[in-house]
């Protein structure tokens, strides 16, 4: 079944860095696209970045533009988000996802906590 495991959050102080990692199993990676949500607390889940299926085209929301970068290594069946200068408003609970289009299920992983402060 598809699994996706997350890892790389912590505690960070404001201007720090994280990387995020997303291990995926149970599908064929290297053909769907990926992508990194977050929640902060008492808010809705976000989209923060997507990356294509071969890594060459990504997106990014307007907020992490500029200091995310979303990677991936298909020989890993891992990807990656790279966050810079992090700031208190990116403290949240980040999920890694694979969608899908409908009728299709997508997953979610089960998240992992960034918090932002000092």
């Known amino acids: 079944q598809v699994q996706l495991v997350e890892s790389g959050g912590g505690l960070v102080q404001p201007g720090g860095s994280l990387r995020l990692s997303c291990v995926a199993s149970?599908?064929?990676?290297?053909?769907?696209?990926m992508a990194w949500f977050r929640q902060p607390p008492g808010k809705e889940r976000e989209l923060v970045a997507s990356i294509s299926y071969s890594g060459v085209s990504t997106s990014y929301a307007d907020s992490v533009k500029d200091r995310f970068t979303i990677s991936r290594d298909n020989a890993k069946n891992t990807v990656y988000l790279q966050m810079e200068n992090l700031q208190p408003e990116d403290t949240a609970v980040y999920y890694c996802?694979?969608?899908?289009?409908?009728?299709?299920?997508?997953?979610w992983g089960q998240g992992t906590q960034v918090t932002v402060s000092s």
């Open positions: 149970g599908f064929a990676f290297s053909s769907d696209a």
């Open positions: 996802h694979l969608p899908r289009d409908h009728p299709l299920p997508s997953y």
